[in-house]
């Protein structure tokens, strides 16, 4: 079942709610002074920094050509720093670069599913007359996005976003983030990007730099992740407690004093007061051998989970691309199997990471999966499954589907080898196999099932899966009786006599027209005879029908036609007729 949004999964992302032990998540070696003698400072909020240590012949000028693009822009610089003289820098002392005095930059869009909404925060509008710009839209694909952007991101719904350095954000599900800042170093220089993540999770792809000087960090309430280039997982619970574990790269932990060096294929966990554990090795990839290559189920796609020792959950991503930036469908689950609802027809990719009792997630595996649940098969009308068919007696039946212009009946042996149908009826009109078709086969057990087809927009057949196999069996029908009228001259019939065999039942039905539309009875009885005791004297008729041991019952019999009572006789002994033929019957 899945997990509620409280323990989600996020790449490059710590969630809210980490109590005290606020986590430092950085890229090994990121905090030492680049070869540039620039460093990048995190400040309170409003305050971001970049901090560059002053070297021979720098001044403001060489410094605001150098950063913001416009050397002319110097007196910016120097009524932050408070610099008397703009001219003389002090080797070895550090300036500050305000990051709002950056160049602004932009991202796009590069795919979404689901509702997604973006809306910009007021205090970024120029006046008053841009609030409009504040109200909610929804997000298309190859839409540009500017610093101070909000996404939210409902349930069952996705989004990647591409910054101009190439990097991918990519917001899972029930996530609320805020592109809080993005900026170039200089007219063409590195980005500066810091990603506010209210809620929720994201993961992200940050190409390596070899320069040193492009800044990405995630923010939440509570911490701050910071890479260059590379690729990890950070998780979290309600509680506050995080894990950690590195796909590509390294990344050092902090949560106070002392900080912990993740490299490629490790994890650690974070208890809510900021207790680290010792980096461990991350769970293996889950073993998909039982999974599916199709699905052909309309109501989900059904994935067995696989039993592995340390792994108490495991989070599944159903996506259109192998990066996994497209990705359509996710969860958490704990109980397999795992079931993905609302797939449509195609092709993904699918990845399952198990995750430990620490929160720790393991190794990632993905699979390719084709879906192909549609046009949606037919339900089976009759027989009912494992029934007996009288041969001859009755067909097959389903039901018709709205989007089908035709259906597909197979019928096979036993043992179910579809591959080799017995009987194949394609581009059948109404669903349904006639019982003269059926009766081509002999009597014995078969499996039958049934699909449908439709009529693409370009005239194309599309054949839907076949239902699930459906078990009968044939058998010869019980012969209808013959019957015997016991009755000497001039009386009526008091009792009818027929052949029967043991374990049969017959049904009688009496009534005084050929039409038998308003029967007088219709009784079953266990032996071969009936009696016209408590019939009132009249002419009437008699069908008859035997079901044997099996359930299987016979045709009605040929209609025959008694008498019930004495006739009227004349002093020869003649039988006495009406006008219209009929014996005249005493009362």
């Not at 980005?191 to 995630?218: C, M, W, Y």
């Not at 997630?361 to 699979?367: F, N, Y």
Request: with cysteine.
């Amino acid at each position: 079942m899945p997990i509620c949004p409280q323990s989600r999964f996020a790449t490059l992302a710590s969630l809210h709610g980490l109590g005290s032990g606020a986590l430092w998540v950085t890229l090994a070696g990121l905090v030492a002074a680049t070869a540039s003698h620039a460093q990048i400072t995190p400040k309170p909020r409003g305050g971001d920094v970049i901090a560059h240590r002053v070297v021979a012949g720098d001044t403001l000028e060489v410094l605001a050509a150098r950063y913001l693009g416009d050397r002319t822009r110097w007196t910016a610089l120097q009524s932050h720093n408070r610099v008397d003289n703009p001219f003389q820098l002090r080797p070895g002392s550090v300036l500050e670069i305000p990051t709002r005095l950056l160049r602004a930059a932009t991202a796009s869009v590069e795919f979404v599913q689901g509702d997604v909404r973006s809306s910009r925060s007021l205090s970024r509008l120029a006046d008053s007359a841009d609030a409009a710009s504040a109200a909610s839209q929804p997000v298309q694909k190859g839409q540009l996005l500017q610093e101070g952007d909000s996404l939210k991101v409902p349930a069952n719904a996705f989004v990647s976003v591409r910054l101009v350095d190439g990097s991918l954000v990519r917001v899972q599900s029930e996530s609320d983030i805020e592109l809080r800042q993005m900026r170039r170093k200089g007219r063409a220089g590195s980005l500066q990007s810091i990603l506010d993540l209210h809620e929720g999770a994201i993961e992200a792809s940050v190409p390596k730099q070899t320069n040193g000087e492009r800044r990405f960090e995630v923010r939440t309430l509570a911490a701050s992740t910071s890479v260059r280039g590379t690729q990890f997982l950070v998780l979290t619970d309600s509680q506050g407690q995080t894990a950690s574990a590195v796909d590509e790269g390294s990344v050092a932990v902090q949560a106070g004093q002392p900080s912990a060096l993740l490299k490629h294929g490790q994890g650690l966990a974070v208890s809510s007061s900021g207790q680290l554990s010792q980096p461990t090795a991350m769970l293996a990839a889950p073993d998909t051998a039982a999974w599916p290559t199709l699905a052909e189920d309309a109501n989900w796609v059904s994935l067995p989970l696989p039993v592995m020792p340390g792994a108490v959950r495991y989070q599944i991503q159903l996506a259109t691309d192998k990066d996994l930036t497209q990705t359509v469908r996710g969860g958490v689950f704990t109980q397999s199997p795992a079931r993905l609802t609302g797939v449509d027809d195609g092709n993904y990719i699918v990845a399952i990471r198990a995750i430990d009792a620490h929160g720790i997630p393991g190794a990632r595996k993905v699979q390719a999966l084709r879906v192909k649940a549609h046009p949606v098969p037919p339900l089976y009308e009759s027989p009912a499954p494992d029934a007996i068919i009288g041969l001859g007696q009755h067909g097959l039946r389903c039901t018709q589907v709205t989007e089908a212009s035709a259906y597909r009946i197979q019928v096979t042996d036993a043992a179910g080898n579809f591959a080799q149908p017995l009987l194949d009826a394609a581009d059948l009109k109404d669903c349904s196999l006639p019982a003269n078709e059926l009766a081509k086969l002999p009597v014995g057990d078969y499996q039958w099932r049934v699909a449908s087809i439709r009529t693409l927009s370009n005239g194309q057949i599309d054949l839907g899966p076949f239902a699930a196999p459906q078990k009968m069996k044939l058998a010869n029908a019980p012969k209808s009786p013959d019957l015997q009228l016991d009755g000497s001259a001039g009386e009526g019939s008091r009792n009818i006599r027929w052949a029967g065999e043991e374990g049969q039942r017959f049904r009688i039905v009496v009534a005084s027209e050929p039409s038998f539309e308003k029967p007088a009875i219709d009784t079953w009885v266990t032996q071969p005879q009936w009696s016209t005791q408590d019939l009132p004297a009249g002419s009437y008729y008699l069908q008859m029908q035997v079901e044997d041991s099996n359930g299987l019952r016979s045709n009605f019999s040929a209609a025959r036609q008694f008498q019930t009572g004495n006739s009227v006789t004349s002093v020869e002994g003649q039988t006495l007729t009406s006008g219209d033929g009929s014996r005249l019957m005493r009362q």
